[in-house]
């Protein structure tokens, strides 16, 4: 069973641009998670989607921000970088409320 | 969320016990977590523990809850190089919504020397 595939593996940008990181959950997975990994902050929570809604949401600005798709595959975009937006991002799926988590590789974005 | 308390580093010896300890805050967690981390790659998901259980023994890993006090530990047997990493406990907080989020402490280095 494949796990969570998150695309790109790498991506470097500079301020103001925008980005979009995609994630495709395990296969019967309808619930996929974003969190955010830096040095300074740890792991923090972005939002959580279930059915193509959003039910959760952290305590981020709103220039981050995503959805899913109705075969559970989900994107976050991050709107008018800022050089402390690097950071590796998580995508987590679990098959429903409450269930283990499990993530992929992550995404490493650089802001130059 | 309030903070998950680890502590920041520990090293053993190739062979010996490993203990990682951790302080959660929610307790009405359904599960607790213990996620791994190594260099560059993503989170796995090492084990984890009902909140109604005292504990869980799954091959080398035990993990132990005191809900009493709100204390999670990860026993590692006959610690080995490769489990050298980072280790995370994490909690589950739930909203009204039925959304969650899993809240995570700071994270364990394990060091295992030779």
């Known amino acids: ?112 | 969320g309030e903070d998950v308390e680890q502590s920041l580093f520990l090293s053993v010896r190739e062979g010996d016990s490993s203990v990682i300890n951790c302080t959660y805050t929610d307790s009405s967690s359904t599960y607790l977590y213990w996620y791994k981390q190594e260099p560059g790659a993503g989170l796995q998901l090492l084990t984890y523990i009902f909140s109604n259980m005292d504990m869980k023994q799954d091959q080398r890993l035990t993990v132990l809850l005191n809900k009493k006090d709100k204390h999670l530990s990860l026993r590692i047997a006959d610690t080995q190089t490769g489990d050298s990493a980072i280790y995370f406990c994490a909690e589950s907080e739930s909203n009204s919504n039925s959304g969650y989020a899993l809240n995570f402490g700071k994270g364990t280095s394990l060091l295992v020397t030779p």
Not at chain 1, 30 to 54: A, C, D, I, K, N
Not at chain 1, 67 to 86: A, K
Request: aromatic residues 10%.
């Open chain 1, 1 to 112: 069973k494949a796990g969570v595939t998150q695309t790109p593996r790498y991506l470097i940008k500079t301020r103001g641009q925008q980005v979009t990181l995609s994630c495709s959950p395990i296969s019967g997975h309808r619930s996929v998670s974003w969190y955010q990994q830096t040095p300074g902050q740890g792991l923090q929570f972005l939002f959580e989607y279930f059915s193509e809604t959003q039910r959760n949401k952290g305590n981020f600005p709103g220039r981050f921000s995503g959805r899913q798709f109705s075969n559970s595959r989900s994107e976050m975009n991050v709107s008018t970088l800022e050089l402390g937006d690097s950071a590796l991002y998580l995508c987590a799926s679990s098959l429903g409320t409450d269930q283990p988590q499990h993530f992929g590789d992550g995404t490493r974005l650089s802001i130059l």
